[in-house]
Nanobody
Framework: QVQLAESGGGLVQAGGSLRLSCAASGRTFITNPMGWFRQAPGKEREFVAAINWSGGLRSYADSVKGRLTISRDNAKNTVYLQMDSLKPEDTAVYYC???????????????????WGQGTQVTVSS
């Protein structure tokens, strides 16, 4: 079992930055691929970024490449999402997720994740 808690969301002007954190509890975190997803009002939850267990492999949605960076610190059981050059269209609730799948891959599908945090709101004003 893994429990996840996001923090770091807030209101920021376009062009600004935020750093989201996701603190995990549970013995298997260090081996779990992790991901960030987001959901805007009236839209489906969508993939943002993913990282494999070691941090050596990362993947990003095209809409955030070059602006958002996922990382993890397994010693602290924490995954991060550094968000730079934010745009109004980045406004959403951001969720971190943990997958129980073994191996060295990362995953981009919501169905590939077993544990989810409660989400943190990010609002980017124009």
């Amino acid at each position: 079992q893994v429990q996840l808690a996001e923090s770091g969301g807030g209101l920021v002007q376009a062009g600004g930055s935020l750093r989201l954190s996701c603190a995990a509890s549970g013995r298997t975190f260090i081996t779990n691929p992790m991901g960030w997803f987001r959901q805007a009002p009236g839209k489906e939850r969508e993939f943002v970024a993913a990282i494999n267990w070691s941090g050596g492999l990362r993947s990003y949605a095209d809409s955030v490449k070059g602006r958002l960076t996922i990382s993890r610190d397994n010693a602290k059981n924490t995954v991060y999402l550094q968000m730079d050059s934010l745009k109004p269209e980045d406004t959403a609730v951001y969720y971190c997720a943990s997958s129980s799948r073994s191996g060295s891959n990362y995953y981009a599908g919501t169905y590939e994740y077993d544990y989810w945090g409660q989400g943190t709101q990010v609002t980017v004003s124009s």
